[in-house]
C-alpha cells in the first residue's frame, strides 16, 4: 500500500469518509471524519486518533471543544488555541479541575476533585495554582479555610481537625504558622502568640491542661527570654527562661510553705548559687468564736516591715535571710 501524506479524501471500507490532512496514511492534523451513520468528528487529528474536536478558527481550538491528552480529557472552552472560559478537565486516575480558565490555565473560581468526587480544594485560582481564598479538604480529614499564594497556605486562615475543633487560626507564611495565631494543642495546651517558621516565637502566652501557664517570650517553640510562669498551685516564677526551663534571674513566690519568695539565679531550671530566701512570719495565734484573743510570733524573720509596739511608741524593722545553695 501506498503511503499518503499531505492532504486529500479517503474512504474507507466501512463507509466512513475522512477529508483532510494526512501523514504516513493515516489522518494527521486538520481534518474531518464523516461517519456512515452521519456523525461527524471535526478537529485535529494525531496518528490517526482524533485529538481535539469543537470549533475551530484559523486552524485553532475556539469555541467549544474537547481535546484528548496523553493522561487526561478536557471540554469546554476555548480561544485561540488554549483553554479560556469555563471548563473541566479530567485527569486518567479519575481527578479533575471543574473552573475557569484564562490563556490556558486555571485562572479565576474553580474546583478540583478527588477520584473518588470528594473535593479538594474550592477558591480561587491564579495561573494554575491556588491564590486567593479557598479551602481545602486534606486526605487525613482536615479542612483549612482562607488565603493562598502559589498553592500554599498564606496569610489568615484556620484549621480544623476531622472532629471539626479548630487546630490552628491565625497568619501562615509559605505553608508554616508564621506571624500571630491561636494553636489548641490535642493534650489539652493552648497557644496564642507570635510564630515564626511554624514555630512558637516571640511574645505568646501557653494555657496548658494543667491549668499552669506562661506569659512572655520564645524562641524557636521554646520559652526563653522573659516571662511570668503560674502554676495551678498558686506558684509564681517572675525571671528569665531558657530552652524552656527558668535559666538565669528571677524570683520565685510561692503560694505555701515557711519560704515566701526565692530571689537568685536558675540554671537549666535548677536553683545555682546564693538565693535571698524571704521567710514567712508563722504566729500563734488564740480564737474564741473567730475572736482573736491572743497572738504570740514564733519566728522573727519577715519579709516585710513589721510593728513592734515598745514604751516609746511603735518602731518599725525589717528582716531577711541571706541563704547559700552552694555546696560547702
Not at 68 to 94: A, C, F, M, P
Not at 142 to 157: I, T
Request: with cysteine.
Amino acid at each position: 500500500m501506498k503511503t499518503v501524506s499531505g492532504k486529500g479524501t479517503i474512504t474507507y471500507d466501512n463507509g466512513d469518509v475522512y477529508d483532510g490532512e494526512f501523514q504516513n496514511s493515516e489522518p494527521h492534523g486538520i481534518g474531518r471524519m464523516i461517519h456512515k451513520d452521519g456523525r461527524v468528528c471535526e478537529g485535529i487529528w494525531r496518528n490517526g486518533k482524533i485529538e481535539y474536536e469543537g470549533d475551530m478558527v484559523d486552524g485553532k481550538p475556539h469555541g467549544r471543544g474537547k481535546k484528548i491528552y496523553s493522561n487526561g480529557v478536557y471540554e469546554g472552552e476555548w480561544k485561540n488555541g488554549l483553554r479560556h472560559g469555563q471548563g473541566t478537565l479530567k485527569w486518567k486516575d479519575g481527578s479533575a479541575y471543574e473552573g475557569e480558565y484564562k490563556d490556558g490555565k486555571a485562572h479565576g473560581k474553580g474546583i478540583t476533585k478527588y477520584a473518588d468526587g470528594r473535593v479538594k480544594y474550592d477558591g480561587e485560582w491564579k495561573e494554575d495554582k491556588a491564590n486567593g481564598n479557598g479551602t481545602c479538604n486534606f486526605d487525613d480529614g482536615c479542612v483549612y479555610a482562607g488565603e493562598w499564594k502559589d498553592d500554599k497556605k498564606h496569610g489568615q486562615g484556620n484549621i480544623k481537625r476531622p472532629d471539626g475543633s479548630v487546630e490552628y487560626d491565625g497568619e501562615w507564611e509559605e505553608d508554616s504558622l508564621h506571624g500571630t495565631g491561636t494553636y489548641n494543642y490535642e493534650n489539652g495546651n493552648a497557644y496564642t502568640g507570635e510564630w515564626k517558621d511554624g514555630d512558637m516565637h516571640g511574645k505568646g502566652v501557653m494555657t496548658y491542661a494543667n491549668q499552669d501557664s506562661y506569659d512572655g517570650e520564645w524562641k524557636e517553640g521554646f520559652r526563653d527570654g522573659t516571662g511570668t510562669l503560674k502554676y495551678h498551685n498558686g506558684d509564681v516564677y517572675v525571671g528569665e527562661f531558657g530552652k524552656g526551663n527558668m535559666h538565669g534571674k528571677g524570683t520565685y513566690e510561692y503560694a505555701t510553705g515557711d519560704i515566701l519568695k526565692s530571689i537568685g539565679e536558675w540554671k537549666e531550671g535548677k536553683k545555682v548559687g546564693l538565693f535571698d530566701d524571704i521567710v514567712r512570719v508563722r504566729k500563734q495565734v488564740y480564737y474564741d468564736y473567730d475572736e482573736v484573743k491572743s497572738h504570740a510570733k514564733v519566728k522573727r524573720e519577715a519579709p516585710w516591715d513589721e510593728d513592734t509596739d515598745t514604751e516609746e511608741g511603735t518602731t518599725r524593722r525589717s528582716k531577711r535571710r541571706n541563704v547559700s545553695l552552694s555546696p560547702p
